[in-house]
C-alpha cells in the first residue's frame, strides 16, 4: 500500500491506497445537470498516463508527428500539455489538504478543476489537487504528479484477485440505475437510467469493434450485448453479409466457438490485463469490457449467493422490489468513443476517419 505526501514538506496527503485499473468512465461527461457519486471506490487510487488538465494546446497547433509520439492518430480537439501520471482517489482519502477558493474554474454546480490545482497542501501551502464534483462529472480528487510523491507504507496489499475469485465474487455493475438531478427545485428527485459506466463502457469498446471489424459488418450476440452494441453496428458500418462474428469469451464460461471472429473479453479491474484466452493466436481480435460490465452481459441477472429453499409466504412483503424497467434506447457515450478511437492506429483507415470526424448524423439517430 502506498500514501501520498507533498513534494514540498512531506506532508501525508492522503490514507493508505491500493493501485487499480483507470476506470473507463474516468474522464467522462454525462448528461446535463446531473449528479454523478464518486469515481474511486474507498482506499483505491488510479493513475491516468496520458497528460491530462490543463494547459491544453488546440490540435491546429500540434504537429501530426507529435501526435503520433504520443498514441493519438486522429484529430481531437485538444491535447493536454499538463504532466502525465496525475492520480485519481476518491475525495474522502484526501487528508491534510484544504481547498483554494479562488480557483473554482468554470464550473456551475460544483468545482471543475478547469484552473488548474484547487486543492493545496495544509502544511505548506503548495497547489497539490484537483478537487472535481460539477454537475455530470464523476466526484474525485486528482493529485498533480509533480506535486506529490508515493511512499510505501507497512501492511503489504494482499495483491490482485485470480479471474476465478473474481468471478466468486460477482461483483457487477447493474446495467440501469437511478440518476438524479442537480438542485431539483421540486426536491430531491431521481429517474432510472442506463448506467453511466454501462455507456462509458461501450463507447470504449465500440471503438475497439470498428477496429476489429476491418470495415465489413460485425454481429453479437442476442440479447443485452445486441441491445447496447448492434443498432450502431449496424448503422457505423455497411451491410450485408459476410458480418465478422463477435462472442462474449472469458474466465468462466467454455471454449469459444472456433469460427468467431471477435472475442468481447473482461479486463481485470485492479491490473487493468485483458483476459486472453489459452489458444489466442485462433482470433485476430480481443474487445476489451470492464469486468463488472462484461460479467452482467455474460449473467444478466445476478446471481444469488445461497439458492432460495421456499417461496416467499404470500402475507410478506418483500423490501427489495425489481429494478424498474427502462424504455429509453441505449445510447453510447460518444466522448469515450472518440477518445477510444483516436488512440487505435486503425483509425487512420479513411472510412473510420469519417465516423470520427463526422458524427452528427449518427447522434441525431440516437446511437450516441
Not at 514540498?8 to 449528479?35: F, M, R
Not at 488538465?53 to 497547433?61: A, D, I, K, L
Not at 469490457?289 to 455474460?298: H, I, K
Request: hydrophobic share 45%; glycine share 8%; net charge negative.
Amino acid at each position: 500500500m502506498f500514501v501520498f505526501v507533498c513534494a514540498g514538506c512531506d506532508a501525508e496527503l492522503t490514507a493508505p491506497l491500493s493501485q487499480v485499473a483507470l476506470p473507463a468512465h474516468a474522464h467522462q461527461q454525462y448528461g446535463n445537470g446531473l449528479q454523478l457519486p464518486v469515481l474511486m471506490e474507498p482506499g483505491t487510487f488510479a493513475v491516468e498516463p496520458e497528460p491530462w488538465g490543463p494547459p491544453w494546446r488546440r490540435w491546429e497547433g500540434i504537429d501530426p508527428d507529435e501526435a503520433v509520439a504520443r498514441g493519438v492518430y486522429a484529430p481531437v480537439y485538444a491535447l493536454s500539455d499538463g504532466a502525465p501520471g496525475a492520480i485519481v482517489i476518491a475525495p474522502g482519502d484526501t487528508r491534510g489538504a484544504v481547498l483554494i477558493p479562488e480557483k473554482r474554474g468554470g464550473a456551475c454546480c460544483g468545482l471543475d478543476g478547469s484552473d488548474g490545482p484547487n486543492m493545496a497542501c495544509e502544511a505548506c501551502g503548495l497547489p497539490v489537487a484537483s478537487r472535481i464534483d460539477d454537475c455530470s462529472l464523476w466526484q474525485a480528487v486528482w493529485l498533480a504528479p509533480d506535486a506529490v510523491r508515493c511512499r510505501p507504507v507497512e501492511g503489504a496489499d494482499a495483491g490482485p484477485l485470480s479471474w476465478a475469485e473474481l468471478m466468486a465474487e460477482g461483483k457487477g455493475v447493474p446495467p440501469f440505475e437511478p440518476i438524479t438531478p442537480w438542485g431539483s427545485l421540486s426536491g430531491a428527485s431521481h429517474r432510472w437510467s442506463w448506467s453511466p459506466r454501462w455507456v462509458a463502457a461501450a463507447g470504449w469498446a465500440l471503438a475497439h469493434l470498428l477496429a476489429a471489424s476491418e470495415g465489413r459488418a460485425v454481429a453479437v450476440p442476442d440479447g443485452l450485448a445486441a441491445e447496447v452494441f448492434q443498432r450502431a453496428l449496424d448503422a457505423l458500418l455497411p451491410a450485408g453479409p459476410p458480418a465478422r462474428r463477435a462472442v462474449l469469451a472469458g474466465p468462466g464460461l467454455s471454449a469459444p466457438d472456433v469460427d468467431a471472429d471477435i472475442l468481447l473479453v473482461p479486463s481485470h479491474p485492479q491490473t487493468g490485463e485483458v483476459w486472453t484466452p489459452a489458444a489466442s493466436a485462433a482470433w485476430t481480435y480481443l474487445v476489451p469490457l470492464p469486468f463488472g460490465v462484461w460479467l452482467r452481459l455474460v449473467f444478466p441477472e445476478p446471481q444469488l449467493p445461497v439458492p432460495a429453499s421456499n417461496l416467499m409466504p404470500d402475507d410478506v412483503l418483500r423490501d427489495d422490489p425489481p429494478t424498474p424497467s427502462v424504455h429509453d434506447s441505449f445510447r453510447i457515450d460518444h466522448g469515450v468513443f472518440k477518445h477510444t478511437l483516436a488512440r487505435l492506429p486503425a483509425v487512420r483507415s479513411p472510412w473510420m476517419r469519417e465516423i470520427l470526424e463526422h458524427p452528427t448524423q449518427h447522434m441525431h439517430a440516437g446511437n450516441f
